[in-house]
C-alpha cells in the first residue's frame, strides 16, 4: 500500500510511519491509530478495496453525488465508537461492517437479492470474508472467535431505526455534509455532542447527543437527505436500469459473480461495457449521457424505505436518555408527516 492515499470525499489514510496509521478525516480530525489490529486492518486489502466502492453506487460513480466511500464510512463507524470510548472489539466491529460491499454499493440488491431477502452484502458477507486474510487478522489479534465479524452484538456499532448508531450516523452526516443538507459546523458539533451511556462497553450501552438542537439539526437534514437522494425517484431510477444491466451480465455469464469483490465501481464498469452487447452499452452510454432524470412520474424504488431519525438526548447525568421526538413534539409531527406522505407515495 502507498503511504498515503484518499481513502474517499472526507478522508486520507496516512500509512508513511511503521506501526501506526494517520487518519485525516473533515468530521472527526486528525487521529493517529496504534493498536496493531487496527493498523493491520486499516492496512490490508480488504479495507482499502472499499475506498474503490461508492457509498451511492452509480449516482457516486456518475458524479451526480459527492464520491463518499465504504473506506471512509467504515473507517467514520470505527472512529465514532473511538470517540465516545468504545472497546477495542466494538472498534474493530465498526471498522468491518461494511467489509463486504460489492461494488456498485446497494445497486447490486436490486439486481441480484431475492424478494424478502435482506442487503446482498449481509446474506454473503461470511462467504465474502472467509476468502480474505480478515479471518486471519482477527485470530492473530486475540478474536478467535471472529466476534467483530458480527456487528448486530455490538449496540454502538448497530441499532434498530429510527435510533441512533455508529452505522447510520456515520452516514447520514457524511451524506447531509456532502449533500449540502448540513454544514460540516454542525456535523462537528453533532460528534461533540456524541455520548455513550450507560457507560462504553455496558451490555445496554446506547449512544446520545447532549444538544437537543444539534439532534434536530442531524434529524431533520437526515429526512432531507432521504427526500433528495436515498428515496428519491429519479437516484431510484438509475439504481433499477443499472440493476438490470447488472442482472443480466451476471445470470448470463458474462461477467462472474466473484468480481463484484475484486473490482471498484469504475473497474466493474468498465468490465460491463466490454461484457455487454451493443444495446448493454447504448444503456450505458444513456446512463452517462443524461445524468440524474427528471423525478416526475418516477416511481419510487421498490427497496428503498423511509427513512428517519429520532435521537436519544440526554442533558445531564442525572437525567435519563428520552427520544427527541418525546421531548420535542413539534418535532414527533413534523415526523410523522413525513412518513405520511412517504408512505402515500409509496403506496400510489
Not at 436500469?241 to 447488472?246: C, D, E, H, I, Y
Request: hydrophobic letters at 40%; aromatic letters at 6%.
Amino acid at each position: 500500500m502507498t503511504s498515503a492515499f484518499k481513502s474517499g470525499h472526507f478522508q486520507t489514510l496516512d500509512f508513511s510511519t511503521a506501526g501506526q496509521v494517520v487518519v485525516d478525516d473533515a468530521l472527526y480530525g486528525r487521529h493517529t491509530i496504534t493498536e496493531p489490529v487496527l493498523v493491520e486492518l486499516l492496512s490490508s486489502q480488504p479495507v482499502a478495496r472499499l475506498a474503490g466502492v461508492n457509498q451511492h453506487g452509480i449516482s457516486g460513480l456518475l458524479g451526480i453525488t459527492p464520491k463518499v466511500t465504504r473506506c471512509e464510512h467504515s473507517v467514520g463507524a470505527f472512529l465514532l465508537v473511538r470517540h465516545v470510548g468504545a472497546g477495542l472489539d466494538e472498534q474493530v466491529a465498526g471498522l468491518l461492517h461494511d467489509i463486504s460491499h460489492t461494488t456498485m454499493s446497494h445497486v447490486i440488491d436490486f439486481a441480484l437479492s431475492e424478494p424478502g431477502e435482506g442487503s446482498f452484502h449481509e446474506v454473503h458477507k461470511m462467504r465474502y470474508v472467509l476468502t480474505t486474510g480478515i479471518p486471519d487478522i482477527l485470530r492473530k489479534h486475540g478474536f478467535e472467535d471472529l466476534k467483530p465479524l458480527d456487528e448486530e452484538l455490538y449496540p454502538l456499532v448497530e441499532q434498530p431505526a429510527p435510533r441512533l448508531c455508529a452505522d447510520r450516523l456515520d452516514y447520514g452526516l457524511r451524506d447531509a455534509v456532502g449533500f449540502g443538507q448540513l454544514t460540516l459546523e454542525n456535523a462537528q458539533r453533532v460528534i461533540a455532542s456524541l455520548k455513550a451511556l450507560p457507560s462504553p462497553t455496558s451490555p445496554s450501552r446506547l449512544l446520545v447527543l447532549r444538544d437537543p438542537e444539534a439532534a434536530l439539526l442531524i434529524a431533520r437534514a437526515y429526512m432531507a437527505c432521504d427526500r433528495e437522494v436515498w428515496g428519491n425517484p429519479a437516484h431510484g431510477d438509475l439504481y433499477i436500469r443499472t440493476a438490470g444491466l447488472m442482472r443480466k451480465l451476471i445470470r448470463g455469464g458474462s461477467v462472474k459473480e466473484e468480481e463484484l469483490w475484486k473490482l471498484s465501481d469504475d473497474e466493474f464498469w468498465a468490465r460491463m461495457r466490454q461484457a455487454a452487447d451493443r444495446e448493454g452499452q447504448e444503456a450505458m452510454d444513456k446512463l452517462e449521457a443524461e445524468g440524474l432524470p427528471d423525478e416526475k412520474g418516477l416511481p419510487l424504488p421498490r427497496k428503498a424505505k423511509v427513512r428517519t431519525l429520532d435521537p436519544d438526548i440526554c442533558t445531564a447525568p442525572s437525567v435519563l436518555a428520552t427520544p427527541l421526538s418525546t421531548l420535542l413534539p413539534e418535532y414527533a409531527a413534523e415526523k410523522q408527516e413525513y412518513i405520511r406522505v412517504r408512505e402515500a407515495l409509496y403506496a400510489s
